[in-house]
Structures are given as structure tokens and as C-alpha cells.
């Protein structure tokens, strides 16, 4: 089976791209290259080197190869850099879809899991989050994958195009075996940060904010590993060719934990010190987010493998320990 994957030299696309070539797929890649690492694209998939809003580019993509499915990671997804760019963000993110929902139609390619956010959901007013709550987006970045969500809907009544959309919590770690990891440039998430900050090649880190609503002040996130996060791509496509119907799922441990926990387990798995100092708010930062993962788990058949954060640190950290200048080897480590 041939799946295009959109993305897929990015940070999760790849690691999608990896368990796909493990799991027998042929995979097709699409990546501009703008966010993505040329060093993270599998030897064994092919690579077409393009924008997915560029139409004709994307049409000759779907005419020479034969695709059975599609992923698709392709998108910016930096809450506070969507804070400042919005208009770039609905550029990439919603026309970039809307494009690709254009070409799948025309070329009768009719199944396509994609990456959504938690973000989509706003400031809940309880957690755990189920998929049903209310979506207020507090950030530009929500509200573009709210709108890839829509979009997709009514594409699926009108073209039938099937889809599984995937409400990511926040991602980390990196392949068990080190093989790949996250590296962004710049690198703006809190655990690679955190890492750098072990490394030495940051003095400190900076919490963006310590008078949330919360019990340390700090934001709370739920983290999941990257791997158990593809896991739940494939469990999707294979839902979707079982006749599934489309639909929504959380991505995440059902577990919240604050900056300043994560700090802590950054320095119990690394055993390095730690220095901090609180700046302001990150515009669009809502207080906590946790994922219900009962939908996923009981409709796809998903299961947690990394359940704790300990686990999710020691292979980012392997990682950025064999890797710390990332995929980019020439490049010098320097304070910032
Ligand atoms: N964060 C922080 N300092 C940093 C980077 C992130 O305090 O240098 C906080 C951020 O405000 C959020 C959490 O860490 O509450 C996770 O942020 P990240 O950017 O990793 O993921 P996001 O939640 O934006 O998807």
C-alpha cells in the first residue's frame, strides 16, 4: 500500500515515515524542506522537494506515484509564532488544505488522516478534555487546524473523502533507538529547551508565566511520546480502510504536568542542574490542557506504551545526547 505523506521530514512526519517503512508501506514524502530536515527523510521512501500549495506541483505528485492514503503533518504549528504571523498561518494551514482536498478530489483519492491540536479547544472549563467539548481557540494556530477540521468535514459529505482527524496534546521524545529525534531551528518547545539547557548550550530556561490559575502557577500540559503518537496514525488509516467513519480523536496521556514538574524530571533523568528565571505570558498559552484518550483507545484499539514523562525524557534525551547539534552536524553549540 502507497501513503503520501505530507510533511514528512518534520518532527512527527518522520517518525510517522520510520513505523510506515517498519510496518511494510510504501511511503511517498512531500516537504518543503522550510520547517523540515532533509537528514530525517527514511532512505527507502521518495521524496518530492515542494510546496502543497503549489497545485501543480501537488498534481504531478498524485499522477506519477499511485496513492492509497494520505498523512498529512504538513503545517506551522508554533502557538506563539502564529500569535505574530497569523495571516502565514492560514496561508499554509488552511489554503495548503484546502489545495490538497482539491487534488485528493480530483485525483478519487479518498482517505486521509491529519494532524489537529488540542489547541483547537481553547481554555477548557474542565479536564480531563473529551473530543465533544467546546472549541474556542485562544491562538491563530488553533484556529487553523479548527478551520482544517471543517473543511474537511463537509469535503467528506460532498466528495466523500474519509477522515481521521487527530487532536495532538504535546508531543515529545524521539525513536527509541535514537535513529531521529526533534530538532526545530530556532527551537522554541519546552522539553529539547530544557535539553539544551542540559547540554550547556543554554544557560537557562525562561517560564513563560508563574500566576496561572494552576497549582504551581505554571502551565499544564499533557505530553505523549512520538512514537505511541504515529502508532495511533496507522491504527487511523487502518480504521478508515475497515469502513470506519470519520471522525475525531485526543492524542495524549490523560496526565497534566507544569513547567516546573517538567523541569524537575528533566533534571532527575539527566542529572543536571537546571537554572530558570520566570518572564511574562506567551500570548495564546491557555493554562492546561489535558487529554481524555478513552475515544482513541476504545475506537482505534490504541494503547499508551509510554506512560511516563521519565520514559517520554530519556529518549529525547538519547537523542539530543548523540545529536546535540541536531541533524544540522556543522553546526557550533553556542549560549543564546
Ligand atoms: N514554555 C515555557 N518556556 C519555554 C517554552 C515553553 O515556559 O521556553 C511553556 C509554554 O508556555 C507551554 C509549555 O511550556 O505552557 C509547552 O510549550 P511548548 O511550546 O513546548 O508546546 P505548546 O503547548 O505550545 O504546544
Known sequence: MNILVLGGAGYIGSHAVYNLIDNGFNVVIVDNLKTGNKGAIHSKAKFYD?????????????????????????????????????????????????????????????????????????????????????????????????????MMKWSSLAYGINYVSLRYFNVAGARSNAEIGEDHSPETHLIPLILKVALNQMKEITIYGNDYDTYDGTCIRDYIHVEDLVDAHLLALNYLYSGGKSDTFNLGNNRGYSVLEIIEAVRRVTKHQIPFKIGTRRAGDPSILIASNEKAKKILGWTVKHEEIDSIINDAWNWHKLNPTGFKKNLTSQFN
Open 50 to 150: 515542494g510546496d502543497i500549495r503549489n497545485k501543480n506541483f501537488l498534481k504531478t505528485v498524485f499522477k506519477n506515484e499511485k496513492i492509497d492514503g494520505v498523512i498529512h503533518f504538513a503545517a506551522n504549528s508554533l502557538v506563539g509564532e502564529s500569535m505574530q504571523k497569523p495571516l502565514e498561518y492560514f496561508s499554509n494551514n488552511v489554503f495548503g488544505t484546502h489545495v490538497l482536498l482539491e487534488v485528493m478530489n480530483e485525483f478519487n483519492v479518498k482517505n486521509i488522516v491529519f494532524s489537529s491540536s488540542a489547541a483547537v479547544y481553547g481554555e477548557p472549563e474542565v479536564v480531563p478534555i473529551f473530543e465533544d467539548f467546546s472549541t474556542i481557540p485562544t491562538n491563530t494556530y488553533g484556529e487553523t487546524k479548527l478551520m482544517m477540521e471543517k
